[in-house]
């Protein structure tokens, strides 16, 4: 490919609205463009990445078993209506209608599709285990779009489903794939990719692994112990709280505290510690509004996600009106009145001497104990697991909170597509089963970026080899000179005849334009043929990377550069 016949254009500045560096190289470097919010065209560069990193994932599947297929982005929305997605699923979900009026959906992952193509085939246990895979464009309806390809609308996603006629199967599978994971982020780059335990979500099942890339632009938080190396999604990780008791209850006591509404100033009026109160938090059910009343320690947040789960359906922050029988500000679990949903978080179990809001207008409590004052409450976890927190699996207070970016997740769906969508096999006993599932996912163009946040600098990305957009960018610095023409020109035939991936900027460009987009391109070695290396019988070869730059003879040009790109 010669650079000049490229299309898309490459530039200096840095694009106002790309707020993370992948984002703003790709742009710049005439990777993509912007179609529309959490949309964008790829261009020759971005599609050759993204075709290498899907031929790694073809491998590393095939490897395991899996064989490829391919489901519709379109589908009925019958098939979402048997395993209930259809109405448990919010905006997320593009529904829309045929021109007969057929309701139909746009595919955001492919579960139900999975199961209708395979439930005539694996009527017998004779037929398992098996798995399936595709490469497939998806739309996801997200409500915040960001960072480019990092969290979009539209995108490529690699997607497996296996099927297995025990737990004990799928765990033993799930394994596999979990090793071929770490395969694949490996050949692609980045092999300091980390597994963590995840929340399932609108997935359903009980056990999920996220892979993130640690970055401190991640739109994820992940817990991690310093002293065990447990690892969890902060919307999964479970918090642990030691709250001190005092010995001494002191008296429930009406505190006078006018224009007082948040913890913050109710502890600065009473001089005590966020740890030392009892706040709500209050939320209301998408479907009818109904209000819920969660109370937690002062000086902890709530993980929604928990809360969600728990409760089993969607919910939104509360507007508290007049009617609502709750006086804002003021709420607190003692001689609370009214038909809510009240919930406790654990790390309010057993605690005593609290403040709390008094169910009245201007007044709070102080001496809330728990065991004497809201003696049937339940306790569960609800909280956001913080820095420095305990950890839930050597107890030790060694939690840090770090970012990162999920590049891909596995889980195990159990019986839960299966059974509401009435796949079942006949046993080798002869009894009806239904067929147990895993699910496991890659996001092509976000890793795509990720691969970028992670290797770069301040010029351009740092591609690596096995993912290179080309393996050899080759510059004619002063193409109007008949000898550099005339070499540079014979080199680049007789390396791409012998397979190497080669881009040749041959333009009329100053030299510091050709390094810039070289720069900007990312291509692992870089050959500079010149009217001053010529005339030293050389070529100069440097990698992106600035690892090392050498002469070479030009006599040996062709051997030794596809010996440094077979070696690098």
């Not at 490897?63 to 391919?70: F, K, L, P, S």
């Not at 502890?267 to 009343?293: M, P, W």
């Not at 990162?404 to 769906?413: A, D, K, P, T």
Request: net charge negative; with cysteine.
């Amino acid at each position: 490919m010669k650079l000049e016949k490229l299309v898309g254009d490459r530039f200096k500045e840095r694009p106002a609205d790309c707020v993370v560096n992948s984002h703003a190289l790709m742009v710049r470097g005439g990777y993509m463009k912007y179609v529309a919010n959490g949309i964008y065209s790829s261009y020759t560069p971005l599609k050759r990445i993204t075709r290498k990193i899907e031929v790694i994932m073809r491998e590393e599947m095939d490897a395991i078993d899996g064989q490829e297929v391919q489901f519709p982005v379109v589908m009925p929305a019958s098939l979402w209506q048997e395993s209930g997605r259809y109405e448990s699923i919010g905006k997320e979900l593009l529904r829309f209608a045929d021109r007969g009026g057929s309701p139909l959906v746009l595919g955001m992952t492919h579960e139900e599709a999975a199961v209708q193509l395979v439930r005539e085939y694996g009527q017998s246990y004779l037929k398992y285990p098996f798995m399936i895979y595709q490469i497939q464009t998806k739309f996801r309806d997200e409500a915040r779009t960001r960072a480019g390809l990092i969290r979009v609308r539209e995108f490529t996603m690699k997607d497996a489903y296996s099927f297995h006629t025990s737990q004990e199967d799928l765990e033993a599978y799930y394994d596999r794939c979990y090793k071929a994971y770490e395969r694949i982020y490996k050949r692609v780059g980045v092999p300091d990719v980390i597994s963590v335990a995840s929340d399932s979500g609108m997935m359903g099942g009980s056990i999920s692994h996220e892979f993130m890339l640690l970055t401190p632009i991640g739109e994820d938080s992940i817990a991690i112990c310093g002293e065990c190396g447990y690892r969890a999604n902060m919307e999964a990780a479970e918090t642990i709280v030691r709250s001190a008791r005092d010995e001494i209850s002191d008296e429930l006591s009406l505190v006078h505290t006018p224009d007082i509404h948040t913890i913050e100033d109710i502890c600065h009026f009473l001089e005590t510690g966020k740890e030392r109160s009892c706040k709500a938090v209050v939320y209301q059910r998408n479907s009818d509004d109904r209000y819920i009343v969660l109370f937690i320690r002062g000086d902890l947040e709530v993980n929604e996600t928990k809360l969600t789960n728990y409760l089993g359906y969607e919910i939104h922050p509360a507007v508290i009106t007049e009617e609502s029988g709750l006086t804002a500000g003021y709420i607190g679990p003692y001689n609370l009145k009214g038909d809510f949903t009240v919930l406790f978080d654990r790390s309010l179990e057993g605690a005593n001497n609290l403040s709390c809001g008094a169910n009245i207008c201007e007044y709070h409590y102080t001496g809330l104990d728990m065991k004497r004052d809201a003696g049937s409450a339940e306790y569960h976890d609800f909280a956001k697991i913080t820095e420095g927190g305990i950890c839930p699996h050597c107890g030790k207070a060694a939690i840090k909170i770090s970012r990162g970016i999920e590049v891909g997740n596995i889980f195990q769906l159990g019986t839960k597509y299966t059974k509401a969508m009435d796949m079942t096999y006949v046993a080798k006993d002869g009894s009806m089963q239904y067929p147990v599932m895993g699910c496991y996912g890659i996001g092509v163009g976000r890793l795509a970026a990720a691969v970028c946040e992670a290797h770069h600098d301040e010029f351009g990305p740092i591609w690596p080899k096995e993912i290179a957009p080309w393996q050899i960018h080759l510059c004619a610095v002063r193409p109007d000179h008949e000898e550099v023409r005339e070499y540079a020109d014979r080199l680049y035939e007789e390396l791409q005849s012998r397979g190497v991936e080669v881009i040749y900027d041959d333009r009329q460009v100053s030299a510091g334009i050709m390094f810039s987009d070289a720069d900007l391109l990312g291509v692992p070695l870089r050959v500079i043929v010149s009217p001053r290396n010529l005339k030293q019988n050389i070529l100069e070869v440097a990698s992106r990377d600035k690892s090392f730059s050498e002469k070479i003879a030009m006599e040996h040009a062709v051997e030794t550069l596809l010996q440094l790109v077979n070696d690098r």
